[in-house]
């Protein structure tokens, strides 16, 4: 079975330049999540979609970062003009909200760096 | 405000040791505790647990949640450079499908 898949691995980029990753979430899954990870900070969540509705972006930092869902299949998130403090590990991970409890899988990630 | 915490941060141990990881909580209406494993990708699921007092058992690995004090432990037995990893407690809440994680126990299995 295919896991969540993330695009690009990695990404290499300038300050100001805009960056976006993407990530197909877990066919049958109506839950995503998008997740940042470093040192410092550890796993934080920044949004979260349920049946491709945007339900908690408390998490995003600023308006340089935007997420979107258009269908089941496919989630974006967007960060413009992007700055060296975004350099972090983006995690997608996906789940079935189902009324029980569920798991979140998680795709391998993007290793973001902005120079 | 929600939270999760894990102890230690970091744990170095010899093969064949016995570890303990700990994760305590404060979530408001907690709906189910996860162990995760992270290597050098993706964390990858270990447990789920929702009922105190019942342990979940994988192998070497075993997991049990006490909802009344709010806490979790992870023991790893007969330890292997294998299970070096960082260790990942999160919590997830009823309300809206919301995770939280703690920051991880980072363990090194030294041969």
């Known amino acids: 079975d295919a896991g969540v898949i993330q695009s690009p691995r990695h990404e290499v980029t300038e300050m100001g330049q805009e960056v976006t990753l993407r990530c197909k979430p877990i066919s049958g899954h109506n839950s995503l999540f998008w997740y940042r990870q470093t040192m410092m900070r550890g796993l934080e969540l920044l949004i979260y979609?349920?049946?491709?509705?945007?339900?908690?972006d408390s998490g995003m930092p600023e308006d340089r970062f935007s997420a979107k869902m258009p269908n089941a299949s496919f989630s974006t998130l967007k960060i413009q003009p992007s700055e060296p403090r975004d350099s972090a590990v983006y995690f997608c991970?996906?789940?079935?909200?189902?009324?029980?409890?569920?798991?979140?899988?998680f795709g391998d990630g993007t290793r973001l760096s902005i120079l | 405000e929600d939270k999760v915490v894990q102890s230690p941060l970091s744990l170095v141990v010899h093969e064949g040791d016995t570890v303990t990881l700990n994760c305590s909580y404060e979530v408001t209406n907690f709906r189910s505790l996860l162990w995760y494993k992270q290597e050098k990708k993706a964390p990858t699921f270990l447990f789920m647990l929702?009922?105190?007092?019942i342990e979940k058992k994988s192998g070497r690995l075993s997991s049990i949640l006490d909802k009344k004090e709010l806490f979790s432990i992870l023991n790893i037995t007969a330890t292997q450079t294998g299970d070096s990893a960082i260790y990942l407690c999160a919590v997830e809440a009823n309300t809206g499908n919301q995770f939280y994680f703690g920051t991880g126990t980072s363990l090194t299995v030294i041969p």
């Open positions: 979609f349920n049946n491709n509705v945007p339900i908690d």
């Open positions: 929702t009922s105190s007092g």
């Open positions: 991970a996906s789940s079935l909200e189902s009324g029980g409890a569920q798991p979140q899988h």
